[in-house]
């Protein structure tokens, strides 16, 4: 969690960069931005206000770490504050080199010297990279004699930061802490801020821990499960709910407790064990078997965790609880299958 109360933005440099594929260019700024209090405080929600989610990434290099420009720059700055204008047009020049999808638009580039940010409890400096590509329109009503006029002009929507991400000064020698939003970008073109850009990986903490073993969970019961056991839907759903269960009522994850808590079956058990392991070789991860839950992953993935019953177009039916309430059967005279449910009551 960021909190901001008592932050401050020492430096900012504005720069623009254009589409490198277009040969559109960089300008860049002679100096610092000299800003009013009220033009900060503006800035301040602008560039802080969209970083809500708990997830942090680290700054990565396949082969060494410094090797990473933005890591290089930013160092360069945290060790030499003097040195930021000069860093922010080598940042400026490392994002335009980066920008060369046919589809990136061009746009104004902000780099942010911030002092007293917390972050998880932690007070710290941090340098912030912020890219506006959405232009909007805004009406403005004035006085005119008698009466008012109405003009337009176009510009930037503080609420709506398209691309951002805040480095702070800490664990320097696994690539800092870093927040990283991209608002604006689905498809191909969106890996150039995250991926090229930045070069960022996941954090490996107790929030990616959780959000990964329950997606790897939620894929084996789904997608894996099925291809080796006979188990119909409502059984999937049941372990779903197990599962979920679990995450929910436990503050620590234990690989052993949660597979024979959930599963049960040695054999399912080993068979997990071998999915997890397979999934880590794939994606290219390392999954601790122990570590405190998260309930903010949690939350989100409960949204996922959904488990659900889709018959035809006709039916969609939500499984929460005891798997021996719902039957499936044929019907030979309509030559179709059913299923049977028993409730007490009806709400």
């Known amino acids: 969690m960021i909190i901001s109360e008592n932050a401050s933005l020492e430096r900012l440099a504005i720069h623009k960069t254009g589409n490198k594929s277009r040969e559109e260019g960089v300008k860049l700024s002679t100096s610092c931005v000299m800003i009013s209090e009220r033009i900060r405080e503006l800035l301040m929600h602008y560039f802080l206000q969209p970083f809500k989610s708990p997830e942090y990434f680290q700054l990565f290099h396949e082969t060494d770490l410094s090797l990473n420009e933005v890591y290089h720059y930013v ?3 945290f060790d030499d504050p003097e040195s930021f204008f000069a860093q922010s047009h080598n940042l400026a020049l490392h994002l335009y080199q980066a920008s060369s999808h046919p589809k990136i638009k061009p746009g104004e580039f ?4 911030f002092k007293q940010l917390i972050v998880d409890g932690e007070e710290t400096e941090a340098i912030g990279l912020f890219k506006s590509e959405l232009k909007e329109t805004f009406l403005k009503v004035y ?7 109405v003009g337009h002009e176009d510009g930037i929507n503080i609420n709506k930061l398209d691309k951002g991400c805040i480095i702070f000064n800490l664990e320097r020698e696994k690539g800092f802490v870093v927040a990283a939003i991209d608002n604006t970008s689905k498809s191909n073109e969106a890996i150039y801020w995250m991926d090229t850009f930045l070069n960022l990986r996941q954090r490996a903490d107790d929030y990616y821990f959780t959000n990964q073993t329950m997606q790897v969970c939620r894929e084996f019961v789904t997608d894996k499960l099925p291809e080796i056991f006979e188990i119909d ?3 999937q759903a049941e372990l779903l709910n197990k599962s979920i269960k679990f995450f929910k009522e436990n503050e620590a994850f234990d690989l052993d407790d949660f597979a024979g808590e959930v599963f049960g079956n040695p054999v ?3 068979t997990f064990r071998e999915y997890k392991r397979d999934y880590e070789v794939e994606k290219q991860v390392e999954l601790s078997d122990s570590f405190d839950i998260s309930g903010q992953a949690v939350r989100r993935q409960s949204k996922v965790f959904k488990s659900i019953l889709k018959l035809d177009k006709n039916f969609h039916v939500y499984i929460h609880g005891n798997r021996d309430l719902i039957e499936k059967g044929f019907d030979d005279e309509r030559n179709l299958h059913y299923y049977r449910l028993f409730f007490k009551e009806e709400n």
């Not at 006085?143 to 006029?149: K, R």
């Open 75 to 77: 160092c360069s700055i």
């Open 110 to 113: 902000y780099v942010v010297h």
């Open 143 to 149: 006085p005119s004699g008698d009466n008012f006029m």
């Open 233 to 235: 839907r409502p059984g």
């Open 268 to 270: 399912v058990i080993e």
